[in-house]
């Protein structure tokens, strides 16, 4: 399989060599040539199988002949093996035609450790066949940045930094990534919003000397690694409730765009999906642009649902490559106008096509605790910030209503603690592989929002490590 950039100049990539990158040299996400096909036959067969199978079925043709197939199957498995629940990720009925997705068993408790657990693991073996060494960076709203040091700590191939805004993770998601006592991690608080700290990192890739000089190498959303990888929960989903001989819809709190997008992707491969419903807190960029056709730009605003606090979804941009019939240069524009003025807008068969599969909701911080509070009293499910959004968007979306929809839950209730116990007077105990974490030494190192000061950091440390 080869992979192409959203905006058309860098050249294509196989596989792994997409893996590393992250980011496209031309500023593009990448994305593959083309959609494999999971036949009605491979569905069907898929809604028998444990997770770690499913995966592969899932993974195989976008890895194609560059990793072995056995080689494959045991980074699979061995991903997969650790997590807290038999199912990895369970299906729950909460009503009629209602039902919740837990991912939250993995390492840290959120979604993305279904992807990193696995990316972190192709990374190593990429690396070491290689005989080469990355330095990877990140932004995290909180979440990706604990999953990513759980997937790369100890890897003799990585140095990671870790930039998450200062004072805005909860104190979870904070010990998560700061008690983590590994010498190849690095945590750095910057005084900026989630959005300033993504800003960073594009900026650091943009930097070619930098980027060369340091090996960059990204495990975010924009890591096309982990779109495959989320891919398959949706798949395995929609098999478990009758896909492909019933049609699904999945309800999803949205930030980056980069969970969501996943589920286009499971519905290029050939899942029939309805609809998927974005579920937005007050940072409602993505639901404005449902409703006008308008990406707008507006400053980002705290809320209860941190890891959606974001106006720039940075995964869009492989869902407008495909909704403007993978028009590079078109997207190259829009993007570019997004970049200098905070806004483009959708042609009509653009925004056409977004509404025919896409609905979006959006709730508040009232709402979200009226939404835990409801589903505790009626459900007896503690469910966190995140995935009230979810099930809020869910039983509020344009949809077929003879079509179950599944939401997604993108966190444990134990990482938004305060938020839970406010809304229904129950605090949700941390699961006992977590126990410690308010007991261990913190590290991290405070920076301005400022390109020079991070570089700056990461080099004096690199050069202490001995990287790149
Ligand atoms: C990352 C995250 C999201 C948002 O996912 P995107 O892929 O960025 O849209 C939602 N909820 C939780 C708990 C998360 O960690």
Redesign the pocket.
């Known amino acids: 399989m080869r992979y192409v950039s959203t905006r058309g100049t860098a050249r294509s990539l196989g596989f792994e060599d997409t893996l590393l990158a992250g980011l496209a040299e031309d500023g593009g996400l990448y994305l593959p040539e083309s959609w494999p096909a999971l036949a009605p036959d491979a569905l069907r067969e898929i809604a028998g199988q444990p997770y770690a199978e499913a995966a592969l079925r899932v993974i195989a043709p976008f890895v194609g002949a560059e990793i072995a197939a056995p080689a494959l199957a045991a980074l699979v498995r061995d991903s997969y093996s650790g997590f807290g629940h038999r199912a990895v990720a369970p299906l729950k009925q909460l009503g009629e035609g209602l039902w919740l997705l837990e991912l939250f068993h993995g390492p840290t408790l ?3 450790d279904y992807a990193l657990q696995l990316v972190g693991r192709l990374f190593d073996h990429a690396l070491a066949r290689r005989g080469e060494r990355v330095t990877v960076i990140a932004a995290t ?4 940045g604990s999953a990513a040091i759980e997937a790369l700590k100890d890897r003799a191939s990585v140095e990671a930094f870790i930039l998450h805004p200062k004072g805005r993770v909860s104190e979870v998601q904070r010990r998560q990534m700061t008690t983590v006592d590994a010498a190849n991690i690095h945590n750095v608080a910057v005084e900026g919003t989630f959005d300033d700290c993504q800003d960073l990192v594009k900026a650091m890739f943009a930097d070619a000397r930098f980027r060369r000089e340091f090996r960059l190498s990204a495990v975010n ?1 924009i890591n096309w690694a982990r779109i495959m990888a989320q891919a398959v929960f949706y798949v395995a989903a929609g098999a478990a409730l009758g896909a492909p001989d019933r049609r699904v819809a999945f309800a999803v ?8 997008f996943a589920g286009w992707v499971a519905r290029a491969m050939g899942l029939p999906v309805e609809r998927l419903v974005i579920g937005s807190n007050r940072n409602d960029i993505l639901t404005r642009f449902v409703e006008t056709g308008e990406m707008a730009m507006r400053p980002v605003e705290a809320s209860l ?1 941190p ?2 606090d ?1 106006q720039v979804s940075s ?1 869009f941009e492989r869902l407008l490559f495909e909704l403007s019939g993978r028009n590079a240069e078109r997207v190259a524009a829009a993007m570019a106008e997004f970049r200098a003025g905070g806004r483009f807008r959708a042609s009509a068969e653009e925004w056409r096509g977004m509404r025919a599969l896409f609905d979006a909701v959006r709730l508040d911080d009232e709402g979200t605790k009226r939404t835990i509070r409801e589903i505790y009293e009626t459900t007896g499910e503690l469910i ?1 910030p ?1 995935t009230a959004i979810g099930i809020h968007a869910a039983l509020h979306a344009r949809r077929d209503p003879r079509v179950p929809v599944i939401a997604i839950a ?2 444990h209730p134990a990482k938004f603690p305060d938020a839970v116990e406010a809304a229904t007077g129950a605090r949700p105990p941390l699961p006992a592989r977590l126990a410690g974490l308010f007991d261990r030494a913190e590290r991290f190192t405070v920076l301005p929002n400022d390109l020079g000061a991070v570089q700056g950091f990461i080099r004096r440390r690199v050069s202490v490590q001995g990287a790149a």
């Open positions: 959120a979604f993305k709203s909180g979440d990706t959303s709190p949205t930030g980056n765009f980069g969970n969501i649902s890891a959606m974001i995964n966190d995140h993108t966190a």
